[in-house]
């Protein structure tokens, strides 16, 4: 009898860890896309942007119908983080490109996840901003430097338990900083 039940037990366990597996191994494979598109959407590669940005939608979409039946693992951490990642590349493609700023229904990905990405997304426009100073074309930067105000902004209504939020307040502190740190940049440059 109680062979019978951990044999249930084992089963349980084995499919649990298959799509465990699984599920992490493309979770894997969105944060690498997401990385190198964030890349490419810096050197301004955009048509390949895209394509890493749309092939991590579609190992997030297997991610979620894998562990469908696991909620406890699609909910255990490494997931948030891709939907993050994602979240974050797609969010900057949107912003560098002109475009509308996806929602989180947009993108498939829990509020959470999504917050985490718009707060990482100050810091890639920061980099962009740098970079058109570097050019020299500060006063085309002005208008980033307003996305990550209204970013900062939109992020401080979240005022919540870490457990709601997971780990927003830092990037809230460091949106901040960085904000900051890219006005006195701009000021700089445009005294030149």
Same mark, same amino acid.
């Given at each position: 009898m109680l062979?019978?039940?951990a044999e249930k037990i084992q089963e349980t366990f084995d499919a649990k860890d298959a799509a465990r597996e699984e599920a992490y191994r493309? &979770?894997?494979e969105v944060v690498r896309a997401c990385s190198a598109a964030i890349w490419g959407i810096h050197r301004g590669e955009f048509d390949e942007a895209r394509a890493l940005i749309e092939s991590a939608a579609r190992s997030l979409d297997e991610i979620k119908r894998t562990l469908a039946p696991h909620l406890d693992i699609y909910f255990g951490g490494f997931v948030e983080h891709a939907q993050q990642e994602y979240a974050e590349a797609s969010i900057v493609? &949107?912003?560098i490109r002109g475009e509308n700023i996806p929602s989180p229904e947009d993108l498939g990905v829990e509020y959470a996840a999504y917050l985490g990405g718009l707060g990482?997304?100050?810091g890639e426009l920061r980099r962009h901003a740098l970079d058109l100073?570097?050019?020299g074309h500060?006063?085309?930067a002005f208008p980033f430097l307003d996305v990550m105000d209204e970013i900062y902004y939109t992020l401080m209504r979240f005022d919540y338990p870490?457990?709601?939020?997971?780990?927003?307040r830092g990037k809230v502190d460091a949106a901040r900083?960085?904000?900051e740190r890219t006005r006195g940049d701009l000021v700089a440059a445009a005294r030149r």
């Open positions: 062979a019978d039940i493309r &979770s894997r493609y &949107s912003v990482d997304t100050v100073i570097r050019e500060a006063d085309d870490d457990a709601i939020t997971r780990g927003l900083s960085l904000i």
